[in-house]
């Protein structure tokens, strides 16, 4: 079964670091582009960040740049998202997607909620 | 206030047919694909629809995606209690160099 499961969420002050995971099963995770995307309590689905298979190439959404950073390790089956200078517009629940079916996201984690809060 | 314009809810008896909209510019739907998501209470989205007009491998096909210009839209034929969800259109944008999703539309069942 193809699974993709997050962790390392939690409550950070604002300024603070935090560095959440999702590790990939069931497929080979070294074949696909990976992607972060956030939901507000309550709000819409908002794009983070996507990394190429290899890990050669990143992208972000402008209100993310220069304070986070995505990375995978294809040994451990495993994609992060290293998120520093935390606002508490970052609060969110953080999913991790495959990039599949024609480009769309396929599966979804369940998610690991950020809290920016003092 | 989100790139793709969905409206905020929409609302059908079981058994009818609803359709939700999904409006974009030249960026984005008018150049490259249309998706929909599914997301049911409490959980993670789902990938309903992708290349504008097709279905995932176990999504019914109650379900269906069009595209014409800027615009996409998902159809529900045959609603479900079970369909009652948010529904979000989402498509890749050249002005912002990612994918961009709708705000999302809370789909009643009554």
């Known amino acids: 079964e193809v699974q993709l499961v997050e962790s390392g969420g939690g409550l950070v002050q604002p300024g603070g670091s935090l560095r959440v995971s999702c590790a990939a099963s069931?497929?080979?995770?070294?074949?696909?582009?990976m992607h972060w995307v956030r939901q507000a309590p309550g709000k819409g689905l908002v794009w983070v960040s996507r990394i190429n298979s290899d890990g050669s190439s990143t992208s972000y959404v402008d209100s993310v740049k220069g304070r986070f950073t995505i990375s995978r390790d294809n040994a451990k089956n495993t994609l992060y998202l290293q998120m520093n200078s935390l606002r508490a517009e970052d609060t969110a629940v953080y999913y991790c997607?495959?990039?599949?079916?024609?480009?769309?996201?396929?599966?979804w984690g369940q998610g690991t909620l950020v809290t920016v809060s003092s | 206030q989100s790139v793709l314009t969905q409206p905020p809810s929409a609302s059908a008896t079981p058994g009818q047919r609803v359709t939700i909209s999904c409006s974009g510019s030249?960026?984005?739907?008018?150049?490259?694909?249309a998706f929909w998501y599914q997301q049911l209470p409490g959980r993670a989205p789902k990938l309903l629809i992708y290349n504008n007009n097709q279905r995932p491998s176990g999504v019914p096909d109650r379900f269906s995606g069009s595209k014409s210009g800027t615009s996409a839209s998902l159809a529900i034929s045959g609603l479900r209690s079970e369909d009652e969800a948010d529904y979000y259109c989402a498509a890749w944008d050249d002005s912002l160099r990612g994918p961009v999703f709708g705000g999302g539309s809370k789909l009643t069942v009554l």
């Open positions: 030249s960026s984005n739907i008018g150049s490259y694909h």
């Open positions: 997607a495959r990039e599949g079916l024609g480009g769309g996201f396929d599966p």
């Open positions: 069931g497929f080979t995770f070294s074949s696909y582009w």
